[in-house]
């Protein structure tokens, strides 16, 4: 039994990236076996995990695009426990052609649904900070969308767009999809950072994680040597917030398989 979930946020700049990276290695340390899938054509989750976007024949766009088999794309990482489906610059096409398919917002749910069994306790999908065809797709997939959200104006803004996209996917075809908003990029010492994570506490309420995610420099330096924070510091803030984020987000999929077995 695997869950999927999809990390995505309009805004750029709010740290999908890192989370999926750091959340991938929080979770493949903590003993579960992790894929991670980039979706996001500038390919910064492929590179921070040391591979060359578009050297790979077969990586997460011929999935979307010529429904290659997923396990054929999966590349095994430096870490235990820790695979990646690699981007290439064909996403770019993808974003383009895959509307023109029959049941296009599908097409990655029904090549990760065509595995059984699949190798793995968690999917987590790295989107690209837009909307479009890539983003439906990953959450269409999803169990769980992960929305991470700076505690500034326009990054809460932004939200107000995500909310509308989970209604309509929920709508449209994945009615059981949950979300939960993870506050990254917060800094104690701004008061205006404290006050919309407030506002943000209370106008979601159980739709955001207890866990955030401070700025932490280590956070931005780990990419560079192809290293998840757990690797390059183990006992910094970020590496010890993302395996609260990691405990936190287990407990609720115990939680949540619990409640509906």
């Not at 908003?181 to 800094?187: A, E, G, P, R």
């Amino acid at each position: 039994m695997f869950y999927t979930i999809a990390i995505s946020n309009e805004k750029g700049g709010v740290a999908k990236t890192t989370t999926a990276l750091n959340l991938g290695a929080t979770l493949a340390e903590a003993g579960q076996k992790v894929l991670l899938i980039d979706l996001d054509p500038q390919a910064n989750l492929t590179l921070a995990l040391g591979f060359e976007p578009g050297k790979d024949t077969n990586n997460s766009a011929s999935i979307l695009m010529d429904t290659s088999p997923v396990m054929d794309s999966c590349l095994a990482t430096n870490f235990p426990n820790l695979d990646i489906i690699p981007a290439s610059n064909r996403l770019e096409q993808a974003e383009q052609m895959m509307p023109v398919y029959l049941n296009y917002t599908s097409r990655l749910r029904t090549a990760i649904d065509a595995v059984n069994p699949l190798p793995y306790q968690f999917i987590l999908i790295d989107c690209p900070p837009s909307l479009g065809a890539i983003t439906i797709n990953a959450i269409t997939a999803a169990n769980l969308l992960i929305i991470p959200t700076q505690a500034e104006y326009f990054s809460a803004y932004a939200l107000r767009d995500m909310m509308t996209i989970i209604r309509q996917v929920r709508a449209d075809e994945n009615p059981n999809l949950a979300y939960r908003i993870l506050v990254t990029l917060l800094d104690q010492r701004n008061r205006t950072h404290r006050d919309i994570h407030d506002q943000l506490d209370r106008a979601f309420g159980v739709g955001i994680f207890k866990t955030i995610i401070e700025i932490d420099t280590k956070l931005r330096e780990s990419p560079i040597l192809g290293l998840p924070i757990t690797q390059y510091k183990p006992t910094s803030r970020g590496a010890q917030q993302y395996r609260s984020l990691a405990e936190e987000l287990i407990e609720y999929v115990q939680q949540t398989n619990t409640e509906t077995a």
